[in-house]
Antibody, heavy 119, light 109 residues
Framework: EVQLVESGGGLVHPGGSLRLSCAAS????????MSWVRQAPGKGLDWVSA????????YYAASVKGRFTISRDNSNNTLFLQMDSLRAEDTAVYYC????????????WGQGTLVTVSS | QSALTQPASVSGSPGQSITISCTGT?????????VSWYQQHPGKAPKLIIY???NRPSGVSNRFSGSKSGNTASLTISGLQAEDEADYYC?????????FGGGTKLTVL
């Protein structure tokens, strides 16, 4: 059974940093692209970043490019999101999502971790 | 990349069919087959219900179907059930970027 468990969320001041983790199990982690998708309170889904299975290729939404860094540790089946220079508008639940084989969609999602950026 | 356009809300009675539209441009929805749909119940994570315009993942009811015409994709839910009441999001993939629609709240009357 595929499981994705996010951690690392919390309250941070504007300009601060936070590192999110996503522990994956139930599938061969290194063979799947992974993404982070966020959802601000009461709002819709917003794609943040993606990384291919090898970790060599990474992709970012324009709103986070240069501030967020996605990475993965395939030996420990873990996905990361390093978030720097955080802004109030980054406040959201951050979901880790597993890509599908042969299709650019998100087949499984974690339960999410809440990041609140506030002074 | 601008968000895709969905109606804010739709409603239907049990047993009826409803359709949710998702409008983009020729650079996203209209140009590729990579449209997917997600169902999200309150307080829960999204769930994939349609990918590549019209394909259903294993385990998803065949009451859910997807299609596309030009720059507009559509999700149809037939035989509405109370448990279908949720938020629905479309998404399009192009050039290593994903964009979502604003979401549609489905109310089962």
């Amino acid at each position: 059974e595929v499981q994705l468990v996010e951690s690392g969320g919390g309250l941070v001041h504007p300009g601060g940093s936070l590192r999110l983790s996503c522990a994956a199990s139930g599938f061969t982690f290194s063979t799947y692209a992974m993404s982070w998708v966020r959802q601000a309170p009461g709002k819709g889904l917003d794609w943040v970043s993606a990384i291919k299975g090898s970790g060599v290729s990474t992709y970012y939404a324009a709103s986070v490019k240069g501030r967020f860094t996605i990475s993965r540790d395939n030996s420990n089946n873990t996905l990361f999101l390093q978030m720097d220079s955080l802004r109030a508008e980054d406040t959201a639940v951050y979901y880790c999502a597993k890509g599908q084989a042969g299709a650019p969609s998100f087949g499984y999602w974690g339960q999410g971790t809440l990041v609140t950026v506030s002074s | 990349q601008s968000a895709l356009t969905q109606p804010a809300s739709v409603s239907g009675s049990p047993g009826q069919s409803i359709t949710i539209s998702c409008t983009g441009t020729s650079s996203d929805v209209g140009g590729y087959k990579y449209v997917s749909w997600y169902q999200q119940h309150p307080g829960k994570a999204p769930k994939l219900i349609i990918y590549d315009v019209s394909n259903r993942p294993s385990g998803v009811s065949n009451r859910f179907s997807g299609s596309k015409s030009g720059n507009t994709a559509s999700l149809t839910i037939s035989g509405l059930q109370a448990e279908d009441e949720a938020d629905y999001y479309c998404s399009s993939y192009t050039s290593s970027i994903w964009v979502f629609g604003g979401g549609t709240k489905l109310t089962v009357l």
